[in-house]
C-alpha cells in the first residue's frame, strides 16, 4: 500500500522551542514527491514545500527546515523557536507519476504552540 | 498571488436540497481536484480532472454526487440529494501536471473551502 503516516496526532510546545513533525511514507514508485501544508484555524490549506524523490537535499526556509531520508522513508519537519502563530494542523502528503498530482495525505498533526 | 477561488465558503440547508459547490482554478492549471474533509476521515479525494475531462471519481457516492467542468474557468461538485453525512469541509484544488508520467510544474494550490451543514 502507498501511505502517509503521520504518527503524532497533537503535539503541544512553548514559544521558542524547536518541534519536530514526523512523516513517514510508503510507496513502491521510484519517483514520487511528497508535501507538507499547513492548516490554521482559518482552514484553509496552504502549500508549504514539494520535494521530489531524487532531491534529497535538506532544505530550510526561514525558521521552517525539512529532512529528507529516503534510506528511513521519512520527510519530517522542523520548525525552530515556534511562534503562537504556527499553531495549525500540519499535513504531510505523497504524490507519484501516475497518479498525475493526486495528493494522498496523512491525517495530520496538530501543533499548538503556547505563549 | 493567483488563487483558487470557492463559492460559498459557507452553505447551512435541509436534508434533501440539493448543494451546488463552485471553484474556479488557477488560470493556467490543467488539473482540479475536489477532496472532502472530516474528522473521521480526514483529506479524502472525491473527483479529479484532468484538461477538464474526469479522470476518477471512485471517491464519490454515485447516486447522490456529481462533478463537471463545463469550462476550464468552472468546476462544480453538486450533492442532490444531500444528507446530514455529507456535512464536511470541501475542497477545490488546482495544479499543473505535464507529461504522462505526471511530472509537475506546480504544486496543488487549494481554494478556502465550502464549509457544508445539512440538517
Known amino acids: 500500500a502507498q501511505k502517509v503516516t503521520q504518527a503524532q496526532t497533537e503535539i503541544s510546545v512553548v514559544e521558542k522551542e524547536d518541534v519536530t513533525l514526523d512523516c513517514v511514507y510508503e510507496?513502491?514508485?521510484?519517483?514520487?514527491?511528497l508535501f507538507w501544508y499547513k492548516q490554521p484555524p482559518s482552514g484553509e490549506l496552504v502549500f508549504l514545500i514539494r520535494?521530489?524523490?531524487?532531491?534529497?537535499q535538506n532544505e530550510i526556509s526561514g525558521r521552517y527546515s525539512w529532512n529528507f531520508q529516503k534510506s528511513t522513508s521519512s520527510f519530517n519537519f522542523t520548525i525552530t523557536a515556534s511562534q503562537v502563530v504556527d499553531s495549525a494542523v500540519y499535513f504531510c502528503?505523497?504524490?507519484?507519476?501516475?497518479?498525475?498530482?493526486?495528493?494522498?495525505f496523512g491525517r495530520g498533526t496538530q501543533l499548538t504552540v503556547w505563549p | 498571488d493567483a488563487r483558487v477561488t470557492q463559492t460559498p465558503r459557507h452553505k447551512v440547508t435541509e436534508m434533501g436540497q440539493e448543494v451546488t459547490m463552485r471553484c474556479q482554478p488557477i488560470?493556467?492549471?490543467?488539473?482540479v481536484f475536489w477532496y472532502r474533509q472530516t474528522m473521521m476521515q480526514g483529506l479524502e479525494l472525491l473527483a479529479y480532472f484532468r484538461n477538464r475531462a474526469p479522470l476518477d471519481d471512485s471517491g464519490m457516492p454515485k447516486d447522490r454526487f456529481s462533478a463537471e467542468m463545463p469550462d476550464a474557468t468552472l468546476a462544480t461538485l453538486k450533492i442532490q440529494p444531500s444528507e446530514p453525512r455529507d456535512s464536511a469541509v470541501y475542497f477545490c484544488a488546482s495544479g499543473l501536471v505535464k507529461g504522462t508520467g505526471g511530472s509537475y510544474n506546480s504544486p496543488l494550490h487549494f481554494g478556502n473551502g465550502t464549509r457544508l451543514t445539512v440538517t
Open positions: 510507496t513502491r514508485d521510484t519517483t514520487y514527491y
Open positions: 488560470l493556467g492549471h490543467n488539473t
Open positions: 502528503a505523497l504524490s507519484w507519476g501516475s497518479t498525475l498530482g493526486r495528493l494522498y
Open positions: 520535494r521530489n524523490s531524487f532531491d534529497e
